[in-house]
Every structure is written in structure tokens, then in C-alpha cells.
């Protein structure tokens, strides 16, 4: 054990060399090299000087101590160079680096845990549970909910022909939104179209407009068909009057 | 260390002091571990001086004129199957060095001893 000590000593000893004298004319460099190689030799050989591990110790030490004058003679053979040293520093460093990649290396990671297996196949699970029962009656009222009331225009319609009328044989209320019948919103809205050869209203246009109620109407008076194989000359006129159920309750539908 | 002009810092002054040593045990040419073993021994300490140091300070010692260097035949270090040495001489400039820094040593130490007694 004390002889890899040993050898390992004097490994590091003429890496250490090698490196601070890299990039320096060959004369002195090598002149370095040989005179340290040389020490080393003489300081393995002599049978004076203990085991390997004292001999060895020895060798570390007397690098380490002349790390700052190997330095400063480097610095001293290259002053036309004056940042010549950072080469030896990033030779280090580099060492350093790689000897610190090696030991996180040697560091034993902990295996991951395994991954659970995917399954694709659909188990049959218990049925989920009742909803909850609607809630009682509020104590504030007394009374059950009101139910919900969707409420539509009446629309009053003529149409000017030179022949028969046609009969009217899809109707599609205009809704009477809520929001704007809460709002007290209420009104007329008259739209004028054409009914063509197939029955379908074509060429709607709003003679009299009711704000947002003007809308609802046009969408639900375009959707009208009559009988086909009329006059394409036909002309139609649609009134939609939208009031409030309270104020007229007839036009209501109860859903 | 800052050093005053022609002035040896210790280190040098040990090292010279070293090589003059070598040079009457008849070791005339010395390489630099002799030299640590040397300086080692004089300053009665196991550690020999680091690689660095040692090996810096040879060559400001050898740019002053104090040591002289050579390096070794090839074929002798090649027969004896080791790395090639360097070998240092001691110069007469180097011989003086030392005889000067005898010279001042007893008055360095009576100057410690002094300011010893005075702090006492």
C-alpha cells in the first residue's frame, strides 16, 4: 500500500511539473523537468529516508510548499507574457475538474422508483351516488318555487299578394329574453320581407326597430316558411309585439 | 521578500553556506538534492526545502554568479539508469558570499543576544 502511495506521489509530483512549466522554451523547461525528476529519483532511492508512506508525504509536501515559487518562476521566465500564469491556473483547474467529476461519479445514485404499469382496460366501478335531494322550500317565502317561464313575442303577420296567400307552415317564436323582460323592456318590432317560390323569407329587413328586442325577432321571423309555389312577388309583414306575462298573459308558453 | 541591491536573503545565504560545505567534504560539483540533504542537516530539520523554492532560488543564485551549473553527460546518467543531473559549483564570488556572511553572522548574534537581554 505504501509503494502506490509512494508512486502515486511521484506521479503527482511530475504532473505538477509538467504543468507549470507547459508553454515555456524547451531549454528551460526541459532543464525543469530533469532537475526535478532527478530530486525525486534520489529522494526515492536513498534508504535513509523511511517507509514509502514518509517518503511519500515528503514528496506532497515539499510540492505543495513550492506551488507559490514554481508560480512566481514561471511568471519570472515569461514576463513578455503577463498573463502567462493562466495557463498553469486552467491546467489545474482542469485537474481539479476532473477529479471532482470523478469522485461525483463514484457517488452511488438511488435507483429511481419503478414506474406502475399503464392500464388501458376500463374497470367497472359501483354506480355513483344519488345527487342530493333538491333543497326545501325557503323558509323566507314558505311557498315552492316559481317554475321557470320562457316567454315569447306574438307576432301579427299580413302578407300582400296578387293571388292566394300562402299558409304559413313553420312558426318560430321569437323569445322574449328574460333578462330584458325583468328590465321591464317591452315593445314592438316590425320587420317587412319576401317569401320566394320555395316558401323561405328572404330579403328581411327591420322597419321598425326595438332595441335588443330587434334582433330576437329578425332570428326567429327568417326561420318562417310558407307553402311553397307562390309569388315571388310576395310581401311580408311581421309585427312582434314583446311584452310582460303579468301585462298580457296569453302570449306566454309554460315549459 | 523585499531584498536590499547585492544584499542574500537567508534562504541564499543558507544555500551558499550549504555548497561550501559540500565543497570541503571534496563534493565539488553537488546536484540539488545533495543540496537539500545539506541544508536539511545544517538546519537540523527532517523536511528537505521545498521543490520550488529550492530550485528558484538556485537559479537567481546562478544569474548573481554566485553558483555555477552544468548539466551531466547523458551517458553517465543512461549507464546508472537515472534522470540526468544538474550539477552546481560553488564560484569564487560564492566563496566570498560566505565568508562575508560569516563575518556577520557573531554580529548578528550579539545583536539578537542584545536586544534579548533588553527585552528581559
Known amino acids: 500500500m505504501s509503494g502506490i502511495f509512494l508512486r502515486a506521489s511521484v506521479a503527482a509530483a511530475r504532473l505538477w511539473t509538467h504543468i507549470y512549466t507547459y508553454g515555456l522554451p524547451s531549454e528551460l523547461r526541459d532543464a525543469r523537468r530533469e532537475e526535478i525528476a532527478c530530486d525525486v529519483w534520489h529522494a526515492t532511492q536513498a534508504t535513509d529516508n523511511g517507509s514509502g508512506w514518509l517518503i511519500g508525504s515528503h514528496i506532497v509536501l515539499r510540492v505543495l510548499l513550492g506551488i507559490p515559487d514554481d508560480l512566481g518562476?514561471?511568471?519570472?521566465?515569461?514576463q513578455d507574457a503577463r498573463w502567462a500564469i493562466w495557463p498553469s491556473a486552467a491546467g489545474t483547474l482542469a485537474v481539479v475538474a476532473i477529479a471532482g467529476a470523478w469522485a461525483l461519479a463514484r457517488v452511488a445514485v438511488p435507483?429511481?422508483?419503478p414506474i406502475p404499469e399503464l392500464r388501458m382496460a376500463v374497470e367497472p366501478t359501483d354506480p355513483p351516488?344519488?345527487?342530493p335531494p333538491p333543497p326545501a322550500a325557503t323558509a323566507r317565502t314558505g311557498t315552492s318555487p316559481a317554475?321557470?317561464?320562457?316567454?315569447?313575442?306574438?307576432?301579427?303577420?299580413?302578407?300582400a299578394t296578387r293571388g292566394a296567400a300562402p299558409a304559413r307552415i313553420k312558426e318560430v317564436p321569437a323569445v322574449?329574453?328574460?333578462i330584458l323582460a325583468a328590465a321591464a323592456i317591452e315593445g314592438v318590432v316590425i320587420l317587412q320581407g319576401r317569401i320566394t317560390e320555395s316558401g323561405r323569407v328572404a330579403d328581411l329587413r327591420v322597419v321598425q326597430p326595438r332595441g335588443l328586442l330587434t334582433q330576437t325577432a329578425f332570428d326567429a321571423i327568417r326561420q318562417w316558411e310558407f307553402e311553397p309555389g307562390g309569388d315571388a312577388a310576395n310581401t311580408l309583414t311581421v309585427s312582434v309585439r314583446f311584452a310582460r306575462p303579468d301585462s298580457i298573459s296569453s302570449n306566454s308558453i309554460t315549459q | 521578500m523585499r531584498r536590499k541591491p547585492g544584499a542574500l536573503v537567508p534562504l541564499e545565504e543558507a544555500i551558499c553556506s550549504a555548497a561550501a560545505g559540500l565543497c570541503r567534504r571534496g563534493s565539488g560539483e553537488f546536484h540539488g538534492y545533495e543540496l537539500a540533504k545539506q541544508l536539511a542537516g545544517d538546519a537540523e530539520r527532517?523536511?528537505?526545502?521545498?521543490?520550488?523554492?529550492?530550485?528558484?532560488?538556485?537559479?537567481?543564485?546562478?544569474?548573481?554568479?554566485?553558483?555555477?551549473?552544468?548539466?551531466?553527460?547523458?551517458?553517465?546518467?543512461?549507464?546508472?539508469n537515472r534522470p540526468g543531473r544538474r550539477l552546481y559549483t560553488l564560484t569564487a564570488a560564492g566563496q566570498e558570499a560566505v565568508r562575508q556572511s560569516?563575518?556577520?553572522?557573531?554580529?548578528?548574534?550579539?545583536?539578537?543576544?542584545?536586544?534579548?537581554e533588553a527585552r528581559a
Open chain 2, 102 to 116: 560569516v563575518r556577520r553572522a557573531p554580529q548578528t548574534t550579539a545583536a539578537r543576544r542584545r536586544r534579548r
Open chain 1, 176 to 178: 322574449y329574453p328574460p
Open chain 1, 129 to 131: 351516488p344519488p345527487p
Open chain 2, 46 to 80: 527532517r523536511l528537505l526545502t521545498a521543490y520550488g523554492t529550492l530550485y528558484r532560488a538556485l537559479g537567481r543564485l546562478e544569474e548573481m554568479g554566485l553558483l555555477q551549473s552544468r548539466r551531466e553527460d547523458p551517458e553517465i546518467a543512461a549507464r546508472e
Open chain 1, 111 to 113: 435507483p429511481l422508483p
Open chain 1, 73 to 78: 518562476w514561471r511568471m519570472e521566465c515569461r
Open chain 1, 147 to 159: 317554475p321557470f317561464h320562457v316567454t315569447y313575442g306574438r307576432a301579427f303577420y299580413t302578407i
